[in-house]
């Protein structure tokens, strides 16, 4: 049975909060390659964007997608949002169960607000979110072996329906 469970979508997606509670469900680890990154560079995700650009933060958040893969036993990854971007990420992504916690952009926008410790987000939340959604969504088609549409749901129904789309993924060799 295959231990690990990747999330991934656009901030404001419920990565975090619908794998912390995935993770206690199913009795596993949980990683939130946000947490890490900020755990191994003492600077927020906003701080490492301001001090050393939005590249240093892509590298960070290779090595900690790699890093969360690897953990010992079973694990549910928080990926961070912009880790489809890279080539390298989507081919680490492929073998394991990938869930796209997907959102309309109007949804994002209302969860997010004005972005605030989010360095992506400028004057026009909406606008921007629209435009990452745009270059996002066919990365996110592109690894996602289950897709959960969780516009209209709370935390504990997008994790039922993950659970229960992902049962047989988790079950193949």
């Given at each position: 049975?295959?231990?690990?469970?990747?999330?991934?979508?656009?901030?404001?997606?419920?990565?975090?909060?619908?794998?912390?509670?995935?993770?206690?469900?199913?009795?596993?680890?949980?990683?939130?390659?946000?947490?890490?990154?900020?755990?191994?560079?003492?600077?927020?995700?906003?701080?490492?964007?301001?001090?050393?650009?939005?590249?240093?933060?892509?590298?960070?958040?290779?090595?900690?997608?790699?890093?969360?893969?690897?953990?010992?036993?079973?694990?549910?990854?928080?990926?961070?949002?912009?880790?489809?971007?890279?080539?390298?990420?989507?081919?680490?992504?492929?073998?394991?169960?990938?869930?796209?916690?997907?959102?309309?952009p109007a949804t994002l926008a209302?969860?997010?607000?004005?972005?605030?410790?989010?360095?992506?987000?400028?004057?026009?939340?909406?606008?921007?979110?629209?435009?990452?959604?745009?270059?996002?969504?066919?990365?996110?088609?592109?690894?996602?072996?289950?897709?959960?549409?969780?516009?209209?749901?709370?935390?504990?129904?997008?994790?039922?329906?993950?659970?229960a789309a992902t049962a047989l993924?988790?079950?193949?060799?």
């Amino acid at each position: 049975m295959a231990d690990r469970l990747v999330l991934v979508g656009m901030m404001g997606s419920g990565k975090t909060t619908v794998g912390r509670q995935l993770a206690v469900r199913l009795g596993w680890t949980f990683c939130d390659s946000d947490a890490m990154v900020e755990s191994s560079t003492g600077s927020t995700v906003a701080e490492l964007f301001a001090m050393r650009g939005e590249d240093a933060f892509r590298a960070e958040e290779s090595r900690v997608l790699a890093e969360a893969l690897a953990t010992d036993g079973p694990v549910v990854v928080s990926a961070a949002g912009g880790v489809v971007l890279s080539p390298d990420n989507r081919a680490l992504l492929a073998g394991h169960p990938v869930v796209w916690l997907r959102a309309d952009p109007a949804t994002l926008a209302a969860r997010v607000g004005a972005g605030e410790g989010r360095p992506l987000i400028d004057a026009d939340p909406a606008g921007t979110l629209v435009g990452l959604d745009a270059v996002r969504r066919p990365l996110y088609e592109e690894v996602a072996d289950v897709v959960v549409d969780v516009d209209a749901l709370d935390p504990a129904m997008v994790v039922d329906r993950v659970l229960a789309a992902t049962a047989l993924v988790r079950s193949m060799p």
